[in-house]
């Protein structure tokens, strides 16, 4: 009995993955055609595939129109539960030519979506053909997740559902490495208010554009606070993503927003680093008088996770590394992903596994190596199967 896992059937699934257009809708912009936004379309082919493939597919709508697509392959002795977790959206397609039209060159497939996640659902698509035809010891549930890109709606909303669960596998591209540890990310705005006036008499106003820049200088006071560090992911760091202000080129700028990334470390929380940073930002209010500071609460608040190196998911994705002939060290990194609400919600041991890099994510050539999701697929049938 072959497994079914081959180059031909990878394709197969990219083509639809990229051909059907599922980007988040938070992304949408006016102008922009409609139906290139959301997940249901992209839902329905790949459900349609399990069902032709003879597994039971389950469209779970999340919000209006927008389903996770779940699928679940029985064990055959009781052996501990695992949870796959690939995710159906995408991020915009500016700049891109013919993001929707799957591109195959020199054994790469291209297009928006081909890795994040296309690779990684197509990995656990084809894993789990091949376990329908031969149980693994136990049950396998596969979510194949809406709004990963934003608000981690779909995750969430699977993780409520309930169930039980040994171990589980998030897909993003990852080399094909064993992810055991990753940081959080907190995310919010500030708003300053000033005076405006005429540049020609400045003294009369009172600058937010200014005010900005202080708080830069603040911000970067407070993270000097911060030593702490991690082996897998070094510091936490802050990048200000957004700095706008200024009404014309004669007025002093009445009104400034500033916008925030803070990816936190395992040992910290987003509501104590948020409660800090506002704290800061309060401050200037008594610093600059006349300058009114509103902190936004947080838009997106993404948990860091840690995953022990002797967790049993951990050791043996390792060891199955290893029999490949890949690297067997267990990495960290500094972008989030649903994992992380697995591990922390739902008390999962997870590992974050795939084919591609994530450097290739969000590109305007992205693409995944073809070879690299048929190994994957075996790789977490070899998973499934060492689970006993």
């Not at 013919?98 to 994040?116: I, K, S």
């Not at 400045?202 to 911000?219: F, N, T, V």
């Not at 300058?291 to 838009?299: L, R």
């Amino acid at each position: 009995m072959t497994d079914g896992i081959t180059e031909d059937a990878v394709l197969e699934l990219l083509r639809i993955i990229v051909s059907i257009p599922s980007i988040n809708p938070a992304f949408r912009m006016p102008g922009d055609d409609p139906a290139s936004f959301g997940e249901a379309a992209l839902a329905r082919a790949l459900g349609d595939w399990l069902e032709a493939n003879g597994i039971a597919a389950e469209l779970d709508e999340v919000t209006a129109g927008r389903p996770n697509l779940v699928a679940r392959i029985a064990g055959r002795s009781g052996g501990p539960a695992m949870l796959w977790e690939g995710h159906l959206d995408t991020v915009q397609v500016t700049g891109m030519e013919a993001p929707f039209v799957p591109r195959l060159e020199n054994g790469r497939l291209h297009g928006r979506g081909a890795v994040d996640d296309g690779g990684c659902v197509a990995a656990f698509l084809l894993a789990l053909r091949a376990l329908s035809r031969d149980p693994p010891p136990g049950d396998v549930e596969f979510c194949a997740a809406m709004d990963e890109e934003y608000a981690y709606k779909g995750v969430l909303h699977h993780l409520d559902r309930g169930g039980s669960f040994a171990l589980g596998v998030a897909g993003e591209p990852t080399e094909l490495q064993v992810v055991r540890a990753c940081k959080g990310c907190v995310r919010w705005e500030v708003t300053l208010e000033g005076r405006s006036a005429h540049t020609a008499r400045p003294e009369e106003g009172m600058s937010a554009l200014d005010a900005g820049r202080r708080l830069l200088d603040l911000y970067d006071a407070e993270m000097a606070t911060r030593t702490g560090t991690h082996s897998l992911l070094g510091p936490a760091t802050l990048v200000t993503t957004g700095f706008e202000a200024g009404e014309g080129p004669n007025t002093v700028p009445s009104r400034a927003r500033l916008r925030f990334d803070y990816r936190y470390l395992p040992s910290e929380t987003g509501a104590e680093v948020y409660k800090a940073f506002r704290a800061v930002a309060e401050g200037l209010a008594g610093a600059l008088p006349g300058i009114a500071v509103t902190v936004g609460a947080p838009f997106v608040d993404s948990s860091a996770m840690d995953v022990p190196d002797v967790a049993s998911v951990v050791s043996r994705m390792a060891a199955i590394c290893r029999e490949r002939g890949l690297p067997d060290a267990a990495i960290g990194v500094p972008f989030g992903s649903d994992a992380t609400k697995m591990v922390n919600l739902s008390a999962i041991p997870t590992i974050v596994f795939g084919p591609g890099r994530i450097e290739e994510a969000h590109s305007i050539d992205e693409f995944v190596e073809v070879a690299d999701v048929v190994l994957a697929a075996r790789m977490l049938v070899d998973l499934a199967r060492a689970t006993g």
